[in-house]
């Protein structure tokens, strides 16, 4: 009862699809909605924008591209060809015709092919774009840095006091034209899972779907830990804040 009413200002359609059981981790497309309702109350897929692919013992399961995600149902994933990465396969399409494959496509399928990724999740949370403002100011290359924050145990090889370097690329007019750039940054920086799109978002993957939530969460966390400390003028280091300041200066 409590769920509902914390969350009965998205609308009354909204409130009973939260009433719904949760998905079971077997069934994959009720998953990828199940996630994008959650990831829409947290602001990260608005307006049609982002995406969540994930992969099963039956391939590689992808949301349809310029829909409202958080009003997904199963019946609207492609499942492509896991064993095909080079020249997608796709094995199903959705029940409605008109529906098209996301055009993140592309940049999941870097993620599964560098990383043998289990789930790929790209996120337009405002505190990554903000994240790419202060780091990478003109909009083009980059890397934003932190170090000494505990929500960065929660991602893969990192502790609290390391220092966490994630490389940020210049954003295109269609979302494909961003893979070689993406995939370069992630030879770059192999002990991160993470790339952030100027002016745009972040893509995030992990070894399960589980884990990509969890390292999705943790660097919104740390993405927003640092663009609030800069604007309150407490720099999150001594690296973070001369780094943020000479950026923007």
């Known amino acids: 009862m409590c769920r509902l009413r914390l969350l ?12 719904q059981p949760r998905a079971s ?32 013992p039956e391939g590689i399961y992808i949301a349809p591209s310029g829909v409202q995600k958080e009003r997904l149902a199963p019946a609207d994933m492609f499942l492509l060809a896991a064993d095909q990465l080079e020249n997608p396969v796709i094995l199903q399409r959705p029940q409605d015709p008109k529906l098209r494959l996301s055009e993140c496509r592309p940049l999941f399928f870097n993620a599964y092919r560098q990383r043998n990724a289990g789930a790929v999740m790209h996120s337009h ?7 790419t403002r202060l780091f990478a100011p003109t909009g083009g290359p980059g890397a ?6 505990e929500m960065q145990k929660g991602l893969r090889g990192k502790g609290c006091f390391d220092t966490v ?19 370069q940054a992630m030879s770059a920086h192999p002990d991160v899972d993470a790339v952030l799109v100027a002016g745009h978002g972040v ?3 992990g070894e399960t779907w589980q884990q990509a939530k969890t390292q999705a969460e943790c660097y919104d966390y740390l993405f927003r830990a640092v663009v609030e400390a800069h604007r309150l003028g407490l720099p999150m280091s001594a690296h973070t804040g001369t780094e943020a300041r000479r950026n923007v200066s």
Request: glycine share 12%; net charge negative.
């Open 25 to 56: 981790e077997g069934n994959i497309p009720a998953l990828i909605c199940d996630l994008c309702r959650q990831f829409y109350d947290l602001g990260w897929v608005s307006g049609t924008g982002g995406g969540i692919s994930i992969r099963g």
């Open 125 to 131: 949370s405002v505190w990554a774009v903000l994240a």
């Open 144 to 149: 934003f840095v932190c170090r000494d924050l």
């Open 203 to 205: 893509y995030v993957w």
């Open 8 to 19: 009965y200002h998205g609308g009354q359609r909204r409130a009973e699809a939260l009433t």
């Open 165 to 183: 370097t994630v490389p940020i690329i210049a954003n295109t007019p269609r979302e494909a034209q961003l893979t070689e750039s993406m995939a």
